[in-house]
């Protein structure tokens, strides 16, 4: 088996996240996630169920959504739980674009009232947005369509979440609140050799196990360790075109840029989805990016 520097698996790889919210035996950890986050606006989940997680749209030329996390809870409400590792342009874009999905996806042939059941969409993020850099301590942004003049919400059936991890920087000691444990755990799980006192309650001890290297078979190992290398490699690809830029003093366009990085990407090995996903371009584009490559 591989030898890991880490004791317990990093969350912000596509294998480590999966393995601790989207799987069968786990969800009761992303029930309680989800119930820390949202129990004040509407009240308890108690069950979830997961749902297929690649949307097609209504069209052959519409573009399609593969959400890291689907589900819905017993009273019909879905939820959409994103991880982003890397800033990507639009995102804010591809967040309302996905939520459409589950809103299209409940229209009624016949007789239908337009009634709709609440969308939540949550975004856990490894980066901030450039304009909230200038609010240090505000990590957490709630999303509703508000009325510009009362401020008060128009409509509450829509919510977007979003979390700049990078934000987070309390210590086990500053720990509060079961959010602020929930914050802490995703930020530094990877970085911990025990389970910490403070955190010594019955989902957490669960997390932790279900965490630790040490416990995974073989192909399990092998599997995070892809995915380990692919987190890796697109944070060093990406630090190194942004380092590249800032060194030459050039403010290259959005797209360029994009491409860019795709191509740094293209040649470590990276997958065309999770490309797509974190540079905001779409598969086919970089499919024939790949193709040039190899030409």
Same mark, same amino acid.
């Given at each position: 088996?591989?030898?890991?520097?880490?004791?317990?698996? $990093?969350?912000?790889?596509?294998? *480590?996240? #999966?393995?601790?919210?989207?799987?069968?035996?786990?969800?009761?950890?992303?029930?309680?996630?989800?119930?820390?986050?949202?129990?004040?606006?509407? *009240?308890?989940?108690?069950?979830?169920?997961?749902?297929? @997680?690649?949307?097609?749209?209504?069209?052959?030329?519409? !573009?399609?959504? +593969? =959400?890291?996390?689907?589900?819905? @809870?017993?009273?019909?409400?879905?939820?959409?739980?994103?991880?982003? #590792?890397?800033?990507? $342009? =639009?995102?804010?874009?591809?967040?309302?674009?996905?939520?459409? =999905?589950?809103?299209?996806?409940?229209?009624?042939?016949?007789?239908?009232?337009?009634?709709?059941?609440?969308?939540?969409?949550?975004?856990?993020?490894?980066?901030?947005?450039?304009?909230?850099?200038?609010?240090?301590?505000? =990590? !957490?942004?709630?999303?509703?369509?508000?009325?510009?003049?009362?401020?008060?919400?128009?409509?509450?059936? %829509?919510?977007?979440?979003?979390?700049?991890?990078?934000?987070?920087?309390?210590? %086990?000691?500053?720990?509060?609140?079961?959010?602020? &444990?929930?914050?802490?755990?995703?930020?530094?799980?990877?970085?911990?050799?025990?389970?910490?006192? #403070? %955190?010594?309650?019955?989902?957490?001890?669960?997390?932790?196990?279900?965490?630790?290297?040490?416990?995974?078979?073989?192909?399990?190992?092998?599997?995070?360790?892809?995915?380990? #290398?692919?987190?890796?490699?697109?944070? $060093?690809?990406?630090?190194?075109?942004?380092?590249?830029? !800032?060194?030459?003093?050039?403010?290259?366009?959005?797209?360029?840029?994009?491409?860019?990085?795709?191509?740094?990407?293209?040649?470590? *090995?990276?997958?065309? /989805?999770? +490309?797509?996903?974190?540079?905001?371009?779409?598969?086919?584009?970089?499919?024939?990016? &790949? /193709?040039? $490559?190899?030409?």
């Amino acid at each position: 088996m591989a030898e890991f520097a880490e004791k317990y698996i $990093n969350p912000f790889t596509d294998y *480590g996240f #999966k393995r601790l919210f989207g799987e069968e035996p786990n969800k009761d950890l992303l029930l309680d996630f989800l119930n820390v986050l949202l129990q004040e606006e509407q *009240g308890e989940i108690k069950h979830l169920t997961y749902l297929k @997680n690649e949307q097609l749209g209504t069209g052959e030329v519409d !573009r399609k959504a +593969i =959400f890291d996390l689907y589900c819905e @809870n017993e009273r019909g409400e879905k939820f959409i739980v994103e991880l982003q #590792k890397t800033k990507q $342009n =639009f995102f804010k874009d591809r967040t309302v674009y996905y939520s459409t =999905f589950p809103i299209r996806e409940q229209a009624k042939r016949a007789d239908w009232n337009y009634e709709l059941k609440a969308v939540y969409t949550i975004a856990i993020l490894d980066f901030v947005f450039d304009e909230d850099k200038a609010e240090p301590a505000k =990590f !957490r942004y709630d999303v509703k369509l508000t009325d510009t003049e009362t401020m008060e919400v128009f409509y509450d059936k %829509l919510t977007f979440i979003y979390l700049e991890m990078p934000k987070f920087n309390k210590t %086990l000691d500053e720990l509060e609140t079961r959010f602020d &444990k929930w914050l802490y755990v995703l930020r530094n799980l990877n970085r911990l050799d025990r389970v910490p006192e #403070k %955190l010594r309650e019955r989902v957490f001890e669960k997390l932790f196990e279900t965490a630790e290297i040490a416990r995974f078979t073989p192909e399990q190992v092998r599997s995070y360790e892809d995915s380990l #290398k692919y987190y890796r490699d697109m944070k $060093n690809s990406l630090d190194t075109a942004r380092e590249e830029g !800032r060194a030459e003093g050039k403010e290259e366009g959005r797209e360029e840029r994009a491409i860019e990085i795709a191509k740094e990407l293209l040649n470590v *090995g990276v997958d065309v /989805q999770i +490309i797509s996903k974190s540079t905001g371009l779409p598969v086919d584009q970089i499919e024939k990016l &790949k /193709q040039t $490559n190899k030409d």
